[in-house]
Every structure is written in C-alpha cells, then in structure tokens.
C-alpha cells in the first residue's frame, strides 16, 4: 500500500523497563481507535516538541511517572501505512523513572515479559517492535 498523499503522523513511544525485565503495556480504552489493543505508553509529538518531550509530557500524563531525557534510549522505530495517514513511531527505552504507574486515562496497564508480548493483540505498527525487545531483555 502507498502512503502517496498520506500526512504522516510522528507518534513516540516507551518501552518502559521495570527492575525484573518486563515492558510495560497498555491497553487502549473503549471509545478510543483501535481500543482493546495493547500498546506501548506514549503519544502525539506536538509542534515544537522533540520525541523525549512527547514522552516525558505523555508519561506523566497518561501513567503518573516522570522520567527525563537522559533516561530515554533510542531503540528502534516503525514505520506503517494505515487506510488515511502514515504513522512513523520511534520506539525508545526507559529503565529509570520516578513513581509507580497507574492508569490516568482509563486504559488497564500490565507488565509483560518481551516473550510474552504476543499473547496480547496490539496495533499493526507497534507488533514488529517486539522482536527487538526480546533481543535486547
């Protein structure tokens, strides 16, 4: 499928890494696109805002914790067309953060082992990410 003509949509995304390894994900609430699948934690990158940023700001919002640039490694990205934009994703990996997270949106959070991240159905962009958890956890 072509993304001629499509407005790409930058989205930054964390995998968020607790103590014991496991990648925390969430899955989107009911009224929301794609709700019942399970994501990574992050969002809209707003004009002016670097990716960190976005995360940082999304982090805070939607989970409760606060983390800071320094804390946020580049790991990979994605890149997929859907039916009316094209979603360009960098995927980055956060080990240090302040705070427990909880659910602020209404989404249900849970800690997964990579390997066990494809027992939960996510959007088709964030689904080829998994591999490169399980490589680098």
Do not use: N
């Amino acid at each position: 499928m072509s993304g001629e003509g499509k407005r790409i949509l930058l989205v930054a995304a964390c995998a968020l890494v607790d103590t014991d390894g496991r990648v925390l994900l969430a899955q989107r609430p009911e009224g929301k696109t794609l709700a019942g699948l399970w994501e990574f934690p992050g969002g809209k990158v707003e004009p002016g805002e670097t990716p960190e940023e976005t995360l940082i700001r999304e982090l805070r919002e939607e989970i409760g914790i606060e983390t800071k640039v320094a804390c946020l490694a580049p790991l990979t990205f994605a890149s997929h067309s859907y039916e009316t934009f094209h979603l360009l994703m960098p995927l980055y990996v956060c080990r240090r953060f302040e705070g427990t997270p909880h659910p602020r949106e209404g989404q249900v959070l849970k800690w997964v082992r990579p390997k066990q991240m494809r027992d939960y159905p996510m959007p088709p962009a964030d689904e080829p990410l998994i591999p490169f958890l399980i490589d680098l956890l």
